[in-house]
């Protein structure tokens, strides 16, 4: 896509076209928010938090504004976009009201005089998804704008009007020119922005792909990077699990914004003892839910984000049919205009299949039935990626135990999956490297600056 446009994923019309940034445009921005820097970190850090906090009032007024742009762009249902917006605000809030203490100098210990403190180091580049198209920014650039540091961001191409709005609702809460510029520019652009000599770090949401090539490029010009990719997040269902509540949290988790979450709810494995009455349950709740209107309060699921992620997960749904998968419950393309797809739930995916091994970033279910809980670890952890997890069980004992032998970043017990404002994010493997969000989302693009007095 050589241009940002909004192409409304409910109709499939493209509304609105923007035109790229030219190079000469973007050095010009990128000196800039050089320039800016100069004078970003050394403002008060009163300054920093109450413009932070400016930003979360303003989210709060604009929220049925923003949310009704984002069901147009990518087809958020309404409801949930309002839902994000909200964690947006609370983000910002939370950087504001404890940036200053994450920022605490240090004293060494076994030492006389020796301290580190933590200071901004510069230009930050940002590469930014559609599917969270607030929050994926806002978890990037508060504790960024408040420990000091200017941000150049480049959303994604079909979100463009987002863009514009968050970069309106900055300059709105007072953020000094310069501090945060928006950049529409291509791919093949962002190389020689990060090449850049006032660039000092990449931080990127996305595909392996992308996260892949932007590291490779990042590494060649010695720029830190933060990668949060993809996931395939196990749900386990333990025995003595709440079996409805369970099933509950796998539905959100799997269907909340059409599953397309890097930590939506992947994988159900569910023990044996249990395991029909389980499917039972979910395959009731998926039959009967029905993509609609995203504009509409009453819906849950929307379309897709696009053309281009309905061809994907069709395509990904067909093959696992055509390598044998058990369908519990028959989904695919629905025959209108826009990017729609019926829900599906899929079962019997073994190792020969690619649908075992890939990301399905879309609303289709996997089941697993589980023999005991070493066959659970063995199935979650039988995967490249390694972002979240869920845990579903009365023992508490037992689940710690089992989380301790899981390769991801997170684990939540008995809930659906999820993030918060204090509650770090990311993951390992090929999931990325790197956290977000809490008292660790300000140590990513950090100097740890000693004085040894």
Same mark, same amino acid.
């Given at each position: 896509?050589?241009?940002?446009?909004?192409?409304?994923?409910?109709?499939?019309?493209?509304?609105?076209?923007?035109?790229?940034?030219?190079?000469?445009? %973007?050095?010009?921005?990128?000196?800039?928010?050089?320039?800016?820097?100069?004078?970003?970190?050394?403002?008060?850090?009163?300054?920093?938090?109450?413009?932070?906090?400016?930003?979360?009032?303003?989210?709060?007024?604009? &929220?049925?504004?923003?949310?009704?742009?984002?069901?147009?762009?990518?087809?958020?249902?309404?409801?949930?976009?309002?839902?994000?917006?909200?964690?947006?605000?609370?983000?910002?809030?939370?950087?504001?009201?404890?940036?200053?203490?994450?920022?605490?100098?240090?004293?060494?210990?076994?030492?006389?005089?020796?301290?580190?403190?933590?200071?901004?180091?510069?230009?930050?580049?940002?590469?930014?998804?559609?599917?969270?198209?607030?929050?994926?920014?806002?978890?990037?650039?508060?504790?960024?704008?408040? +420990?000091?540091?200017?941000?150049?961001?480049?959303?994604?191409?079909? #979100?463009?009007?987002?863009?514009?709005?968050?970069?309106?609702?900055?300059?709105?809460?007072?953020?000094?020119?310069?501090?945060?510029?928006?950049?529409?520019?291509?791919?093949?652009?962002?190389?020689?922005?990060?090449?850049?000599?006032?660039?000092?770090?990449?931080?990127?949401?996305?595909?392996? &792909?992308?996260?892949?090539? %932007?590291?490779?490029?990042?590494?060649?010009?010695?720029?830190?990077?933060?990668?949060?990719?993809?996931?395939?997040?196990?749900?386990?269902?333990?025995?003595?699990?709440?079996?409805?509540?369970?099933?509950?949290?796998?539905?959100?988790?799997?269907?909340?914004?059409?599953?397309?979450? #890097?930590?939506?709810?992947?994988?159900?494995?569910?023990?044996?003892?249990?395991?029909?009455?389980?499917?039972?349950?979910?395959?009731?709740?998926?039959?009967?839910?029905?993509?609609?209107?995203?504009?509409?309060?009453?819906?849950?699921?929307?379309?897709?984000?696009?053309?281009?992620?309905?061809?994907?997960?069709?395509?990904?749904?067909?093959?696992?049919?055509?390598?044998?998968?058990?369908?519990?419950?028959?989904?695919?393309?629905?025959?209108?205009?826009?990017?729609?797809?019926?829900?599906?739930? +899929?079962?019997?995916?073994?190792?020969?299949?690619?649908?075992?091994?890939?990301?399905?970033?879309?609303?289709?279910?996997?089941?697993?039935?589980?023999?005991?809980?070493?066959?659970?670890?063995?199935?979650?952890?039988?995967?490249?990626?390694?972002?979240?997890? #869920?845990?579903?069980?009365?023992?508490?004992?037992?689940?710690?135990?089992?989380?301790?032998?899981?390769?991801?970043?997170?684990?939540?017990?008995?809930?659906?999956?999820?993030?918060?404002?204090?509650?770090?994010?990311?993951?390992?493997?090929?999931?990325?490297?790197?956290?977000?969000?809490?008292?660790?989302?300000?140590?990513?693009?950090?100097?740890?600056?000693?004085?040894?007095?």
């Amino acid at each position: 896509m050589t241009s940002y446009q909004v192409t409304n994923p409910a109709t499939g019309e493209i509304e609105e076209q923007y035109a790229n940034h030219s190079d000469d445009d %973007v050095q010009a921005i990128i000196t800039e928010s050089h320039d800016a820097y100069q004078l970003w970190r050394n403002s008060d850090i009163n300054e920093r938090a109450q413009i932070l906090n400016n930003i979360a009032d303003l989210y709060d007024k604009q &929220r049925e504004n923003l949310a009704k742009i984002m069901a147009h762009e990518m087809g958020k249902p309404i409801s949930q976009g309002e839902g994000e917006l909200g964690l947006v605000s609370e983000i910002f809030r939370y950087y504001a009201k404890y940036g200053e203490q994450f920022l605490t100098t240090v004293d060494l210990p076994n030492t006389k005089n020796a301290i580190v403190k933590k200071e901004p180091i510069g230009v930050l580049l940002g590469i930014m998804p559609w599917n969270y198209p607030h929050y994926q920014v806002a978890r990037f650039i508060a504790p960024n704008l408040m +420990l000091g540091n200017t941000i150049l961001l480049k959303h994604a191409p079909s #979100c463009p009007k987002t863009a514009l709005a968050i970069t309106d609702i900055l300059s709105q809460a007072g953020l000094p020119s310069g501090v945060y510029n928006n950049i529409f520019v291509t791919n093949d652009q962002v190389k020689s922005i990060i090449d850049n000599k006032h660039i000092q770090g990449v931080s990127l949401t996305g595909s392996e &792909r992308a996260g892949a090539a %932007v590291a490779q490029i990042a590494g060649a010009a010695l720029k830190k990077v933060v990668l949060e990719l993809g996931g395939s997040d196990p749900f386990i269902v333990l025995k003595d699990a709440d079996i409805d509540q369970a099933v509950t949290c796998a539905f959100i988790g799997r269907f909340g914004n059409a599953g397309q979450a #890097c930590n939506a709810a992947k994988r159900m494995i569910v023990d044996a003892d249990i395991y029909d009455e389980f499917v039972e349950k979910l395959a009731y709740k998926i039959e009967s839910l029905q993509p609609n209107d995203p504009l509409s309060r009453e819906t849950f699921l929307g379309p897709l984000s696009s053309s281009q992620a309905l061809e994907t997960i069709q395509a990904q749904y067909d093959n696992a049919v055509n390598q044998g998968a058990t369908v519990l419950v028959a989904g695919g393309k629905i025959t209108k205009s826009g990017a729609w797809f019926k829900p599906a739930l +899929l079962a019997d995916i073994t190792p020969s299949m690619q649908a075992y091994h890939d990301e399905l970033f879309g609303p289709v279910a996997v089941v697993y039935k589980a023999s005991d809980n070493e066959e659970m670890i063995r199935l979650a952890n039988d995967t490249s990626f390694g972002l979240g997890a #869920c845990i579903h069980t009365k023992d508490m004992i037992s689940g710690q135990a089992m989380a301790e032998l899981l390769d991801v970043g997170m684990v939540a017990f008995n809930q659906a999956p999820g993030t918060a404002a204090e509650m770090l994010f990311g993951g390992v493997k090929r999931s990325g490297f790197g956290r977000e969000l809490g008292p660790y989302g300000m140590n990513e693009f950090v100097n740890f600056k000693l004085y040894n007095k």
